[in-house]
């Protein structure tokens, strides 16, 4: 099973993990054995403003009945097709699924190479004080 996983972290990690992959990409020492990969957020916003229900919906489409076009994806979920178009677009750059020719007729074919999601989000309710986590006294 290959699983895509989620997680809210702080920029600077994420521009330090970034840094990293691609090193390890030049140099090709990326390990794709344990079926699992990771997309990271530099804060929640951002992953609400990119994983909408409306986009979360469109990959549970894509993964549960493999269409094989844009076309046929944005009929699985009732959509405008230049809406669908758009989010396919955005879920691609951002790794989630891929866009794949070969569709009828030269289609492009979304194909979503997870077969679940995990996310984690740390979500702190009190702000760090001196880089120490706050503690709340009862």
Do not use: W
């Not at 909408?52 to 009732?78: C, G, K, N, Y």
């Not at 009828?104 to 001196?130: S, T």
Request: charged residues 30%.
């Amino acid at each position: 099973m290959t699983t895509l996983h989620i997680t809210v972290g702080d920029r600077e990690q994420v521009r330090e993990d970034a840094l990293q992959f691609v090193q390890a990409a030049e140099t090709d020492t990326l390990d794709d054995q344990d079926g699992t990969a990771t997309l990271q957020f530099g804060t929640y916003d951002d992953l609400v403003d990119s994983l909408t229900p409306l986009r979360l919906e469109l990959i549970q489409a894509i993964a549960e009945h493999a269409p094989e076009s844009m076309r046929e994806a944005a009929r699985l979920v009732d959509r405008d097709v230049s809406d669908v178009h758009s989010d396919l677009k955005h879920l691609e750059t951002l790794g989630i699924l891929e866009l794949k020719e070969g569709g009828p007729g030269g289609a492009m074919q979304p194909v979503v190479p997870f077969d679940r999601i995990e996310m984690h989000i740390d979500y702190p309710l009190i702000n760090d004080i001196d880089g120490d986590e706050a503690s709340v006294n009862a």
